[in-house]
């Protein structure tokens, strides 16, 4: 601004009477509770200020930086014991072991049976144990087979969500033999009978006793349609089991959770490396638990809580002095020993998964896990894929709720009760051509009682 401007704005602002700005109107009271609040926090300041400090130390000669900024640190305040700055939540160490306590598994069954039946091979007798929720006006049942390592306790969870969903349905979900409760009792003392038969053939033969078993147990008077559900190991066994076709029309369809042919046999490859990499033993079975759900073995806690307890065995720590120092959780099925078997379990999965009657759902954790001739098989409509990319391994402990939608919908597509089907063309047909020919034969009849006439 120039000399002259600045004289000209004196001038006109020395004419203009000064008025003094309007006071600002005073701010409404507090809220009773904020009032209430904030003497609190002036009670508690007055109390702080009363605390004393503590003295600063003696200067020292070295006048380093390091001595100064330790002096300097030195002289901070004490906090108030009504602050609670370093106090712990309460209840968070309670809370957090609760939540590695295991569950029942009356909390997502209603039954336990233990099923006795002799064996095929040799002398002996097998003892199957079944979890199982029976169906109701005249609901299906799903019928589930876990992986290897697992236990039936491994759709515990998936279970009690399907039965919100669906409530007249079933779930029956077992122990394969050497694993969870299954119990093999040989009477043969020799080294052949220590070598457990896991073969795909007897697995799959395990399946059919323990349906048969469980209609004869409970009474059924005819079997109920069946849904067959398998994870892993467990999906290869119930395609064998559709494919081979002993249980007849009860099956209406079958499901197989996150395993292929191609991708399994690839990672049987890395197998030895997987068990060697996880721990011999647990201290604790909360231990156990908190092992599978921080490595995301199994994403959900609470399936964790309910499947963990039955893959482990309490073993006794035995010292050097041979006195039993303290307890630890052991796994209870050697997956290591059932290499001999890896192959059998795999090999020509996808052509029975393809072939098989029936309707057919594939679960799988991603789509990288196709091999081709699955890949062809969806291109052609042959089965339903479902994938979910969220989800590890365990599809049905990481992701039970969503697993039970699927597996509800998939068996409304398929159920038979209450579908009308439209008639197949060849079937019309016929029927046309039978007409024709009673149209014929009534029109010769007539013809002839006029001519006889």
Same mark, same amino acid.
């Given at each position: 601004?120039?000399?002259?401007? $600045?004289? %000209?704005?004196?001038?006109?602002?020395?004419?203009?009477?000064?008025?003094?700005?309007?006071?600002?109107?005073?701010?409404?009271?507090?809220?009773?509770?904020?009032?209430?609040?904030?003497?609190?926090?002036?009670?508690?300041?007055?109390?702080?200020?009363?605390?004393?400090?503590?003295?600063?130390?003696?200067?020292?000669?070295?006048?380093?930086?390091?001595?100064?900024?330790?002096?300097?640190?030195?002289?901070?305040?004490?906090?108030?014991?009504?602050?609670?700055?370093?106090?712990?939540?309460?209840?968070?160490?309670?809370?957090?072991?609760?939540?590695?306590?295991?569950?029942?598994?009356?909390?997502?069954?209603?039954?336990?049976?233990?099923?006795?039946?002799?064996?095929?091979?040799?002398?002996?007798?097998?003892?199957?144990?079944?979890?199982?929720?029976?169906?109701?006006?005249?609901? !299906?049942? %799903?019928?589930?087979?876990?992986?290897?390592?697992?236990?039936?306790?491994?759709?515990?969870?998936?279970?009690?969500?399907?039965?919100?969903?669906?409530?007249?349905?079933?779930?029956?979900?077992?122990?394969?033999?050497?694993?969870?409760?299954?119990?093999?009792?040989?009477?043969?003392?020799?080294?052949?009978?220590?070598?457990?038969?896991?073969?795909?053939?007897?697995?799959?033969?395990?399946? @059919?006793?323990?349906?048969?078993?469980?209609?004869?147990?409970?009474?059924?008077?005819?079997?109920?349609?069946?849904?067959?559900?398998?994870?892993?190991?467990?999906?290869?066994?119930?395609?064998?089991?559709?494919?081979?076709?002993?249980?007849?029309?009860?099956?209406?369809?079958?499901? @197989?959770?996150?395993?292929?042919?191609?991708?399994?046999?690839?990672?049987?490859?890395?197998?030895?490396?997987?068990?060697?990499? $996880?721990?011999?033993?647990?201290?604790?079975?909360?231990?156990?638990?908190?092992?599978?759900?921080?490595?995301?073995?199994?994403?959900?806690?609470?399936?964790?809580?309910?499947?963990?307890?039955?893959?482990?065995?309490?073993?006794?720590?035995?010292?050097?002095?041979?006195?039993?120092?303290?307890?630890?959780?052991?796994?209870?099925?050697?997956?290591?020993?059932?290499? !001999?078997?890896?192959?059998?379990?795999?090999?020509?999965?996808?052509?029975?998964?393809?072939?098989?009657?029936?309707?057919?759902?594939?679960?799988?954790?991603?789509?990288?896990?196709?091999?081709?001739?699955?890949?062809?098989?969806?291109?052609?409509?042959?089965?339903?894929?479902?994938?979910?990319?969220?989800?590890?391994? %365990?599809?049905?402990?990481?992701?039970?709720?969503?697993?039970?939608? @699927?597996?509800?919908? %998939?068996?409304?597509?398929?159920?038979?009760?209450?579908?009308?089907?439209?008639?197949?063309?060849?079937?019309?047909?016929?029927?046309?051509?039978?007409?024709?020919?009673?149209?014929?034969?009534?029109?010769?009849?007539?013809?002839?009682?006029?001519?006889?006439?």
């Amino acid at each position: 601004m120039s000399d002259l401007q $600045r004289s %000209f704005a004196k001038a006109k602002l020395a004419g203009v009477p000064f008025e003094p700005p309007e006071p600002l109107p005073p701010p409404p009271p507090p809220h009773p509770s904020v009032q209430e609040d904030w003497n609190i926090a002036e009670e508690e300041d007055a109390q702080a200020d009363d605390d004393e400090l503590l003295p600063l130390p003696s200067p020292r000669d070295d006048s380093s930086s390091s001595s100064a900024s330790s002096a300097s640190s030195a002289g901070t305040i004490r906090p108030s014991p009504s602050k609670h700055l370093f106090a712990r939540p309460k209840g968070s160490m309670n809370a957090n072991k609760r939540s590695h306590e295991p569950l029942p598994w009356t909390d997502f069954f209603e039954q336990e049976l233990y099923l006795e039946q002799p064996l095929a091979s040799k002398p002996g007798k097998i003892i199957y144990h079944v979890y199982i929720s029976p169906p109701t006006d005249n609901g !299906p049942l %799903f019928v589930t087979h876990h992986g290897a390592g697992s236990s039936g306790l491994s759709f515990a969870v998936v279970a009690s969500e399907v039965r919100k969903l669906l409530p007249t349905a079933g779930i029956l979900s077992f122990d394969a033999r050497g694993h969870g409760s299954t119990v093999v009792h040989e009477n043969q003392s020799t080294e052949d009978s220590a070598a457990l038969d896991l073969g795909l053939e007897t697995l799959s033969n395990d399946v @059919v006793n323990v349906i048969n078993l469980t209609k004869e147990r409970l009474a059924w008077p005819v079997m109920p349609d069946l849904i067959l559900v398998g994870h892993s190991l467990g999906g290869a066994v119930m395609t064998e089991v559709t494919k081979r076709g002993e249980l007849g029309n009860s099956v209406l369809a079958y499901t @197989v959770l996150d395993v292929v042919e191609g991708s399994a046999i690839d990672a049987l490859q890395s197998m030895h490396t997987y068990l060697s990499s $996880r721990p011999k033993s647990f201290p604790t079975m909360a231990s156990a638990i908190s092992w599978h759900t921080r490595t995301r073995t199994i994403r959900t806690e609470k399936s964790a809580r309910v499947s963990v307890p039955a893959l482990l065995v309490p073993s006794s720590d035995v010292s050097q002095s041979g006195i039993e120092s303290s307890t630890a959780w052991t796994w209870r099925t050697d997956l290591a020993a059932t290499q !001999p078997f890896w192959e059998n379990w795999f090999v020509g999965l996808s052509s029975k998964f393809l072939s098989a009657k029936g309707g057919k759902l594939l679960l799988l954790a991603g789509t990288d896990r196709l091999d081709k001739e699955l890949m062809i098989g969806q291109m052609q409509g042959k089965y339903q894929l479902q994938v979910f990319p969220d989800s590890g391994h %365990f599809i049905q402990e990481d992701l039970p709720e969503k697993t039970a939608m @699927v597996l509800v919908d %998939f068996y409304k597509r398929n159920n038979r009760k209450g579908l009308v089907l439209p008639p197949k063309v060849g079937d019309l047909l016929k029927r046309k051509e039978t007409e024709r020919g009673k149209g014929a034969d009534e029109q010769s009849v007539s013809q002839g009682s006029i001519l006889k006439s």
